[in-house]
């Protein structure tokens, strides 16, 4: 993964970009329409994919870029459902997945400063948006804030994650970058120790000026941002659009498709057998070539594809688009991501445990063989814990999984009817 923390001194807003090492996909989290040349020049000077402008609130003292990013590369943009807004291409809510290659972040609603405050975890940091700044927070005497409800998400929220957990604001006026979790619990001078009373009342006695640039940005904000055509003639803006750029879905965009949605499920047929969205069809993720596929599909038909988590689907997606599939749709979040937002599902007969859960068991399983047998058989014992470790590891190296080709020849994970041998 790639890392990047940009700053906008007119505004004082940190800008994020993270991308994926192997796909080259990124995101980039609070941009600023000033500094769109800077965040294309870095997309093409990285070779990256934009795939999301994601924004953790409407802001007030700048005009987001992602409506113009998503002009020139393709990108899709979100803001949160609670800010009520139009124009971007989703609208998240608390508990949310945004994949983008190998990576995931996960939506945390933090409200208070706006309504429809959001912070974006991903591996050992969170960005907080404008609710808890280094040594601070977010104002919320305007845009419907709510010093109560800001406290609640730092304290019940926020402050639930470890101490150790690096905090990336999106703004700091004092030249300081980041902060942990921690940090603020013991250090923040207007939550350290303060009761729910004594916040509210910090918040109601500040009297800070408006930010200078909010009767422009809250509007254009509201409205998906600016594109393109707003920035000055002399612009030299490079289009980064791919001729065919990755879709991506959300369950709930694929359920309100109806039974017109063309749906490839790439489990095993056992795990299809079991369990699947009604009206979807099967090839397994080691069958699923180019050529099956479009035995049953044309290449310019648009096709659905999903898996258990979205992995196994996210690999096939990518195939399917490098061997010419003009209209490949990857769902994201998988069967997981529908059961959990309660969607329908067609159930059969025959259970059969996840090919993600029967590698963990499997190889977890050969870890703790070795490790016993080495310590009371023979110490030679231990190249079995070894060998599941080196396996895993080339797994995840090389997206080549010799565990799940073997696990899925095992008669459990045949489909119904079919003698394995």
């Not at 995101?27 to 020049?41: C, H, K, N």
């Not at 979100?78 to 290659?101: P, S």
Request: glycine share 8%.
């Amino acid at each position: 993964m790639s890392f990047l923390q940009l700053f906008d001194e007119n505004s004082s807003t940190f800008t994020y970009l993270i991308s994926d090492d192997v796909t080259h996909e990124a995101v980039l989290i609070d941009s600023v329409i000033d500094q769109v040349e800077r965040d294309l020049s870095l997309l093409q000077e990285h070779e990256l994919k934009l795939k999301y402008a994601l924004e953790t609130h409407v802001h007030a003292d700048h005009v987001t870029a992602g409506l113009a990013l998503k002009q020139a590369t393709g990108a899709q943009t979100a803001v949160a459902q609670d800010c009520h807004a139009q124009g971007y291409d989703f609208y998240l809510k608390d508990g949310d997945v945004i994949l983008f290659g190998r990576e995931e972040l996960l939506v945390l609603a933090t409200p208070g400063h706006t309504p429809g405050s959001v912070s974006f975890l991903w591996r050992d940091r969170v960005f907080t948006g404008d609710a808890l700044l280094i040594g601070g927070c977010g104002r919320t005497d305007f845009q419907n804030g709510n010093a109560e409800a800001l406290y609640r998400s730092i304290t019940e929220k926020l402050f639930s994650l470890d101490d150790q957990t690096l905090v990336y604001p999106a703004h700091d006026y004092k030249g300081r970058r980041v902060s942990s979790i921690g940090e603020e619990k013991r250090l923040n001078p207007r939550l350290a120790g303060k009761t729910l009373e004594e916040f509210v009342s910090i918040m109601n006695n500040l009297n800070l000026p408006m930010p200078k640039h909010i009767q422009e940005a809250v509007p254009a904000n509201l409205g998906g941002g600016v594109g393109l055509e707003a920035l000055s003639s002399s612009a030299e803006i490079p289009s980064l659009a791919a001729p065919h750029p990755s879709h991506h879905v959300s369950v709930q965009e694929l359920a309100e498709l109806g039974e017109k949605a063309k749906i490839l499920d790439v489990r095993t047929p056992a795990e299809f057998a079991a369990y699947h969205l009604p009206g979807s069809f099967n090839i397994p993720f080691e069958e699923c070539d180019p050529v099956r596929v479009a035995a049953v599909v044309p290449k310019n038909a648009a096709l659905y594809c999903l898996c258990q988590t979205g992995t196994r689907s996210q690999l096939i997606a990518s195939r399917l688009q490098a061997a010419g599939f003009s209209n490949i749709v990857h769902v994201d979040g998988g069967i997981n991501a529908w059961e959990a937002a309660g969607l329908p599902l067609q159930r059969g007969t025959k259970t059969t445990m996840s090919m993600e859960r029967q590698i963990r068991l499997t190889a977890g399983g050969l870890v703790l063989l070795g490790l016993v047998l080495g310590t009371w058989l023979h110490p030679l014992a231990y190249l079995i814990s070894a060998v599941a470790g080196a396996g895993l590891f080339y797994g995840g190296i090389t997206d080549n999984c010799n565990l799940t080709r073997l696990l899925v020849k095992m008669p459990w994970n045949a489909p119904p009817g079919k003698n394995p041998h």
